[in-house]
């Protein structure tokens, strides 16, 4: 692990490694990253809960046949 002494060596190592962990006490405290990664992370994330979501309605019927979605909007908006 890198020692960082001021804003701007922290802002290297950032943009080097992605993210620095910052300790107290000789443990793992406060975890620092771009913004640019921490949104891919929101990202990823969202995507794992929706994934779950789907999984969890198929398992128990909560599906659809795409034919019948299909029929149902070309009957509605034409397509």
Do not use: C, P
């Amino acid at each position: 692990m890198q020692h960082v002494t001021n804003i701007k060596d922290l802002e290297t190592a950032i943009n080097l490694n992605g993210e620095m962990v910052v300790t107290k006490n000789s443990k793992n405290n406060v975890i620092v990253m771009s913004m640019e990664e921490y949104k891919k992370n929101l990202m990823k994330e969202k995507i794992e809960r929706n994934l779950l979501k789907a999984e969890e309605d198929i398992e128990n019927g909560r599906v659809r046949d795409a034919e019948d979605v299909f029929k149902e909007w070309n009957a509605k908006y034409g397509i």
